[in-house]
């Protein structure tokens, strides 16, 4: 069973920074695109940002140039750096993979817990 983990969250004040990561268990297989998504209370969850197995990254446009996404040495696992953080920022953040994988012959959508981070103005 593939488990999302989350970790790095917290409490930081506007313009402070904060680095997420994700790390993958029970995967034997690599993800083609791993991933952060955000909500915050009331709103609808959205795309923070993305890497795919090549390497391309996507962002929202709410966070370019603040946030960096990357993947890590181990695999299956990815990081979120975020700084220049503002409070409209707060939210959960999600850990998500996605994909078609030809080892389990099957399309993935993996989803972690989630990890609070939250911005003080």
């Known amino acids: 069973q593939v488990q999302l983990v989350e970790s790095g969250g917290g409490l930081v004040q506007a313009g402070g920074s904060l680095r997420l990561s994700c790390a993958a268990s029970?995967?034997?297989?690599?993800?083609?695109?791993i991933g952060w998504y955000r909500q915050a209370p009331g709103k609808q969850r959205d795309l923070v940002a993305t890497?795919?197995?090549?390497?391309?990254?996507n962002y929202a446009d709410s966070v370019k140039g603040r946030f960096t996404i990357s993947r890590g040495n181990a695999q299956n696992t990815v990081y979120l750096q975020m700084n220049s953080l503002k409070p409209e920022d707060t939210a959960v953040y999600y850990c998500?993979?996605?994909?078609?994988?030809?080892?389990?012959?099957?399309?993935?959508?993996?989803w972690g817990q989630g990890t609070q981070v939250t911005v003080a103005s």
């Open positions: 890497i795919n197995i090549r390497g391309f990254t």
């Open positions: 998500n993979a996605r994909g078609f994988s030809a080892v389990i012959r099957s399309s993935y959508d993996y």
């Open positions: 029970g995967s034997t297989f690599i993800f083609d695109v």
